[in-house]
């Protein structure tokens, strides 16, 4: 498939084979109880296919299936050339298959589909293959102990990890969970998010034809209450990495307290501040990084860029350039290969940030750019994007994360009121500071309390660099070496001679 037209997409789309049923055990078998739901694809409205509702009782065939795998050793103690191999297969098999994936995904989540290609396949393969390579050139240590001992220090898998993902960039996140932990050699129980499980399933198939051993990986499709709730309170799960709202990063803090203290990691969103100071670059550069800061993938970005704190001398041109931009991206088909803001992931979700528009003007902030449910017509679910002046740091729209195109523009008048707006939070994922004198940059970067500061960019990144939070975002890193920290068990081993 080499589609350059959204006709070219929508034949595509018509010929896909989408794999519904559950994932275990190296094949895919209809849920337990045989219910199922329908995927709704954003776009349109319609119905892409009707998935396996998985819940406890496939959670526990999951789960045993993948502590089987572990136990016997079909990938935990595999050589780490071999495992290396298959994970760089499976790699090389998602890049064939990425006009496919990026469809899919394009179709059950609403984002651009030439984002989806260029943007969370490319991270998606980079994944795979940065840990696939780390398997055999991470080292264990041995310690500097007295003569007549030896210790050594080694890092072993943790056994089950069960890894939930949100429906933003479904394949993305999943690869930056799978990735680190099947590299260090675990078992995987995979709960994407109901509102996008299609590329999950798809995946899961091109592993086993990888090589990857049955049992090592699983998806089960279903709902947090039921599957996602099964998945953290389960007593023979060793890991919970878990990436989504901070609501339900705490159901997974209980869960684990509450069953056999698993270890958890949370990255659970932000608010993070762009902070534009008087000798910043010029307002072109900054303007389009804030917009795309806030209305790329429709603002559905756990690290969204969704406060812009401007200095009062710069917020007239900058404002006005952010107008500009805001009417040049006007909601479009996520097929059409020109569309820069596609569709909300859903009906809920767009009444929730119709809503949050309502309260920014109840609260009395100035509405100066969309605001308007758009595209209705289609039966999809679309929202311009939108801004909003004269906030103050108490609005609700300042303070909860909206995970919608809405940005919250608010002005400062000094460097300490910069900073005490950019941490009156209790987020701290991200943060960008905008400012040509690099001793502000660095000491206003310093200040901040965020995983992330870019200075003078934003939503710079590499796979070598973790992602992960301060605070109410969470704790612990996706990406990066420091990423099999949240997989693994460090053993000390000391030795009398």
Not at 110 to 139: C, H, Q, W
Not at 219 to 245: E, K, N, Q, Y
Not at 476 to 493: E, P
Request: hydrophobic residues 45%; negative net charge.
């Amino acid at each position: 498939m080499t589609a350059t037209t959204t006709d070219d997409y929508l034949a595509a789309a018509a010929a896909l084979d989408i794999r519904t049923d559950i994932f275990i055990d190296g094949r895919f078998v209809p849920a337990l109880s045989g219910r199922r739901f329908p995927a709704v694809s954003p776009r349109d409205g319609s119905v892409l296919a009707e998935v396996a509702e998985g819940d406890a009782a496939d959670i526990d065939a999951a789960v045993a299936s993948a502590r089987a795998a572990f136990e016997d050793g079909r990938w935990a103690r595999r050589a780490p050339m071999d495992r290396r191999r298959t994970l760089l297969r499976l790699a090389a098999l998602i890049s064939d298959h990425r006009e496919e994936l990026a469809l899919l995904e394009s179709l059950d989540m609403g984002k651009p589909v030439v984002d989806a290609l260029s943007v969370d396949l490319r991270v998606t393969i980079e994944s795979f293959e940065y840990f696939a390579e780390a398997i055999n050139k991470v080292y264990d240590e041995v310690a500097p102990t007295p003569h007549g001992t030896l210790a050594t220090i080694t890092r072993e898998p943790a056994g089950v990890v069960g890894a939930v993902v949100p429906w933003n960039f479904p394949l993305m996140m999943a690869s930056w969970k799978l990735a680190p932990a099947l590299a260090a050699g675990n078992s995987v129980v995979l709960k994407p998010a109901e509102q996008s499980s299609l590329t999950a399933l798809r995946v899961a198939e091109l592993a086993s034809e990888a090589g990857l051993p049955d049992g090592v990986l699983n998806v089960v499709p279903g709902f947090g209450p039921t599957a996602g709730a099964a998945l953290g309170r389960h007593m023979d799960v060793d890991v919970i990495a878990f990436t989504g709202s901070g609501e339900v990063g705490r159901h997974f803090l209980r869960y684990a307290a509450d069953s056999n203290m698993k270890q958890v990691s949370l990255e659970c969103g932000g608010k993070s501040p762009h902070i534009v100071f008087a000798d910043a670059p010029e307002v072109a550069t900054v303007a389009d990084a804030v917009a795309s800061g806030i209305f790329y993938n429709q603002g559905e970005v756990c690290s969204a860029g969704s406060r812009l704190l401007v200095h009062r001398s710069r917020k007239d041109e900058l404002l006005d350039a952010l107008t500009e931009a805001a009417a040049q991206r006007p909601p479009g088909d996520p097929l059409d290969p020109s569309t820069q803001t596609g569709a909300l992931v859903d009906a809920r979700h767009l009444e929730r940030v119709l809503a949050y528009v309502e309260i920014g003007t109840s609260e009395g902030a100035r509405l100066v750019a969309g605001g308007q449910a758009a595209r209705q017509e289609t039966g999809g679910f679309y929202i311009e994007p939108t801004i909003f002046d004269g906030v103050s740091s108490s609005m609700r729209i300042a303070q909860e994360e909206i995970f919608g195109p809405v940005l919250a523009v608010l002005t400062f008048d000094d460097d300490a009121e910069a900073v005490r707006l950019a941490n009156d939070t209790v987020f701290g994922l991200a943060a960008a500071v905008w400012s040509t004198n690099i001793s502000t940059a660095l000491s206003t970067a310093r200040a901040i309390r965020a995983g992330t500061v870019w200075v003078n960019n934003y939503e710079g990144s590499d796979i070598t660099v973790p992602v992960g939070g301060y605070g109410e975002s969470g704790f612990g890193r996706d990406k990066s070496l420091h990423a099999l920290d949240k997989y693994t068990q460090l053993k000390t081993t000391w030795i009398a001679f």
